[in-house]
């Protein structure tokens, strides 16, 4: 179960917490309809983990980026149930924002399969 408030917590206790001026995090759900309006009964998620340690090594290089978490729920899920959380903590809105985006980006692009089963 993805639990955004210890993953908070996590960034909280990083060494480098002191130069963190926002936090800002992603949590995505699976909806009850694709993108082409079909009703969706499920989401079948699996993750690349080599890609996805391989993308955060990247994206915690990007200036003002103090660190990155990921946590993404695989296998068979319903309507409503978390997919995957992404916290981002760093300086300033201008750098923690652009990644935050870039990495969900790139995590549904090239490090998640997801099949959808419709209704």
Same mark, same amino acid.
């Given at each position: 179960?993805?639990?955004?408030?210890?993953?908070?917590?996590?960034?909280?206790?990083?060494?480098?917490?002191?130069?963190?001026?926002?936090?800002?995090?992603?949590?995505?759900?699976?909806?009850?309809?694709?993108?082409? =309006?079909?009703?969706?009964?499920?989401?079948?998620?699996?993750?690349?983990? =080599?890609?996805?340690?391989?993308?955060?090594?990247?994206?915690?290089?990007?200036? =003002?980026?103090?660190?990155?978490?990921?946590?993404?729920?695989? +296998?068979?899920?319903?309507? =409503?149930?978390?997919?995957? *959380?992404?916290?981002? *903590? +760093?300086?300033?809105?201008?750098?923690?924002?652009?990644?935050?985006?870039?990495?969900?980006?790139?995590?549904?692009?090239?490090? *998640?399969?997801?099949?959808?089963?419709? *209704?």
């Amino acid at each position: 179960m993805i639990n955004l408030t210890a993953m908070i917590n996590r960034i909280k206790s990083h060494p480098r917490y002191p130069e963190v001026g926002m936090i800002v995090c992603h949590n995505g759900v699976v909806r009850g309809t694709s993108r082409n =309006g079909r009703p969706v009964s499920s989401l079948e998620v699996r993750i690349d983990q =080599g890609r996805l340690e391989d993308l955060l090594a990247t994206y915690k290089q990007k200036p =003002g980026i103090t660190d990155i978490l990921v946590e993404v729920n695989e +296998g068979t899920l319903r309507v =409503g149930d978390d997919i995957m *959380a992404v916290v981002v *903590a +760093g300086d300033i809105r201008e750098n923690v924002f652009h990644v935050l985006q870039e990495v969900v980006d790139v995590i549904k692009r090239d490090v *998640a399969r997801k099949t959808e089963y419709f *209704a």
